[in-house]
């Protein structure tokens, strides 16, 4: 996959900060979906179905506008992502224990610089979509509250689509997504790994990572392609 569209396949997944390496979904009973004899329109019928379908067709009306500000796609964005997604079960999962350690202060500080930096990583690579295409081709529920959603992005070069399982939590009444698989590798766990790995290198302190959250707020778009380091 050449470096431009993956860079806006992970744009248009509204996913977290960097894919690297292999790793295994949040939940630990599903991998990648893979064919499946549900037909869209059967999926598209469910509620978990037509909530990601929705969401696939906001994010390429918003990628495909040509005509707003970069601040307005921001904004956007962030907007989608607080309808969406539950960042806060994202958050606190990819923080891992060190949630339960941290004080108030440093857990509302972390989520604010866990959302800012969703944002800020990958607004500008929605200028590279391409005319890919969304769809939704199952629904499985993993329990009474918990769907698995496959889709596929399609390429407008014919080549093969690229697979996308949606882990989707219903609480509430509201359904948000918990989890995001790109061609069977979890982005959350990803993350989790790079996070864990600042704090255990700095004594099993929080600080160091809230710092290098803020650093990377600060910095100029370009340089906030990853936390690892």
Known sequence: ????????????????????????????????????AQTHDEAVKTQPGRFIQDLGDRAIAIIANKNITVAQR?????????????????????????WNTATPAQQQEYMRLFEGLVVKTYGDRLT???????????????????????SQITHPDGSE??????RVRQRDGKLGVIDVVVEGVSLSVTQRQE???????????????LQKMREQLNAPAAQTAGTSG
């Open 74 to 98: 921001s904004e956007k964005f962030r907007q989608i992502l607080n309808d969406s997604f539950d960042l806060k079960t994202i958050g606190r999962f990819v923080i891992g224990r060190s």
């Open 1 to 36: 996959m050449s470096p431009v569209r993956y860079s806006a396949l992970l744009a248009f997944t509204l996913v977290f900060l960097g894919i690297a390496g292999t790793s295994h979904p949040l939940w630990a009973q599903s991998e990648a979906s893979g064919p499946s």
């Open 128 to 150: 590279l979509y391409t005319g890919e295409g969304f769809t939704v081709i199952s629904v499985r529920p993993e329990s009474e509250k918990d769907f698995i959603i496959a």
């Open 195 to 209: 996070y864990a790995a600042i704090i255990q290198n700095n004594g099993g302190q929080i600080d160091p990572l």
């Open 161 to 166: 689509p690229t697979t996308i399982d949606w």
